[in-house]
């Protein structure tokens, strides 16, 4: 061997061992299905830790800040007299009824949507994008859009109708049916 191939070879042996040396020791370890559900179910278990950990963080904050804008609220009720109190109070009631009632009103006329759609045929699902502010506009709404859907699914259909129309007459080899059972039998 020459020199310089002495050399290459004792270079490349102590690559290998650099390598060897540099690898994580637990890469090339082979578990045994136990040791892999165990180390699998303590990592699940720390994430979920910490997802637990970090949703109850952020809950605590939003309490905390509920309870400090009830803490601010109620010292300023109780700075009012007794009548401002009451009005507050029945200024808020008052909102708390008109938002439930629009939306028991919303409710319903989604529920008139969808049965007006049924009733032409036309799926429900169409319904959030149907609704106008009251029930005629919701109607005017759904009739336009059913005259645009037959209209759309008629040309749909007749584009997939179209094809060649058949050829008329017998094709060019094909004998007249007399000229055949005459031959036949002469």
Not at 30 to 53: H, P
């Amino acid at each position: 061997m020459s020199d310089a191939t002495v050399r290459d070879a004792n270079n490349l042996e102590g690559q290998k061992q650099d390598v060897t040396k540099s690898n994580n020791p637990t890469e090339g370890k082979t578990y045994t299905q136990e040791e892999f559900d165990k180390t699998l179910q303590s990592e699940a278990d720390k994430r979920v830790t910490e997802a637990l950990k970090t949703a109850k963080e952020k809950w605590q904050e939003e309490f905390e800040a509920n309870l400090k804008k009830e803490k601010s609220e109620a010292a300023r009720l109780a700075k009012l007299s007794a009548e401002e109190r009451a009005q507050e109070e029945f200024k808020k009631e008052k909102e708390k009824l008109d938002s439930d009632r629009m939306q028991f009103e919303r409710e319903r006329l989604e529920l008139q949507v969808r049965k007006d759609l049924r009733e032409q045929g036309v799926a429900e699902s169409f319904a959030p994008f149907l609704m106008g502010e009251d029930a005629e506009n919701s109607l005017k709404n759904i009739n336009s859009f059913k005259a645009s859907w037959d209209k759309v699914l008629e040309m749909a259909v007749k584009e997939q109708l179209k094809g060649a129309p058949p050829k008329a007459g017998t094709s060019g080899g094909v004998k007249n049916v007399w000229e055949t059972v005459s031959e036949k039998y002469k």
